[in-house]
């Protein structure tokens, strides 16, 4: 009898020692996943064995909620990466999920489960950690439909006739164009990205300059009715308070825009203001793209 457990024992061992001898793939999501009413979203993660990124793989995932019954959703990777695969989900809600992933290559296959928690997003994207929210996005279609009020005004004194007609459509067409959730986003990225720049180096916006570029921009809006109008509808206090955080971003990113010029006008000593002015803008784009690529943006 004890030669028969004995035997039995070294099966079991033999059987187990087989089963370990497989790859030891882990999966950390690299970006958190979010629940959107009617839209698929992103999901990346990231597979390594030990410290180094399993390339190569065939993965695909199903998702179940924990604690409900929604069914299950599958969701086929690709690889974007060394070892990064994403794909897209469109969930039933937020919540906690199983994900159960299967992980093939050169016909051998491995699953694993692990856990996933899906938030409820709170904006429309995500810059270096902070979200920018739809209440943002709101206040910069605002913003441009203010400019594009003071725009209409000045043509209706400066143009009359047809010259007037032909500037009206244009500018209600920039203004269309302005109003793009896209365009409004991209707006916001861009002033953030700068004004991020300018405090690595060590730039500051003061209260007093903050509150003169808001008093300058206050006076101006106050000299058009419309303008005057479409504040008091957003509300007075809720767009002044608005106003004030933008111009600490603008007060910042004019800091990095002087920077440039200034060494703009140092590297062409002998250069016009007009040829100055078109090399510091286009040195001034061209940090921007680096610095955008250079940080974490999210969209959702």
């Not at 629940?35 to 993660?45: D, L, R, T, V, Y």
Request: aromatic share 8%; proline share 2%; with cysteine.
């Amino acid at each position: 009898m004890k030669r028969k457990i004995f035997a039995l024992l070294l099966v079991i061992f033999a059987l187990l020692g087989g089963c370990s001898s497989g790859p030891d793939y882990q999966i950390k999501v690299t970006k958190e996943l979010y629940f959107q009413q009617g839209k698929a979203s992103p999901i990346e993660i990231k597979i390594t064995e030990g410290s180094k990124a399993v390339k190569g793989l065939t993965v695909t995932a199903e998702l179940s909620m924990a604690n409900m019954d929604h069914g299950t959703t599958k969701v086929t990777f690709k690889e974007v990466d060394d070892g990064v695969y994403s794909g897209e989900v469109k969930l039933p809600m937020s919540g906690k999920y199983e994900a159960a992933f299967t992980l093939e290559k050169a016909d051998k296959e491995m699953e694993k489960v692990i856990e996933l928690n899906v938030a409820k997003p709170k904006g429309v994207a995500k810059l270096n950690g902070e979200w920018i929210t739809a209440d943002d996005i709101a206040f910069y279609k605002l913003v441009n439909r203010l400019q594009l009020e003071i725009n209409l005004e000045a043509a209706r004194v400066k143009y009359g006739g047809k010259q007037l007609e032909e500037e009206w459509a244009y500018l209600e067409s920039q203004g269309k164009l302005a109003e793009d959730p896209n365009q409004l986003l991209m707006q916001i990225i861009r002033l953030r990205s700068m004004a991020l720049l300018a405090d690595e180096k060590g730039h500051k916006a003061s209260d007093a300059e903050v509150e003169k570029a808001v008093e300058k921009a206050r006076k101006q809006y106050s000299k058009y009715r419309a303008a005057m109008t479409l504040i008091k509808e957003y509300g007075d206090e809720k767009f002044w308070t608005a106003e004030k955080e933008q111009y600490k971003l603008i007060v910042l990113a004019k800091k990095v825009q002087d920077d440039v010029t200034a060494q703009v006008k140092r590297d062409n000593p002998k250069a016009g203001s007009q040829e100055i002015l078109y090399l510091a803008q286009q040195k001034y784009e061209d940090l921007l793209v680096s610095q955008v690529n250079s940080l974490k943006i999210e969209i959702l």
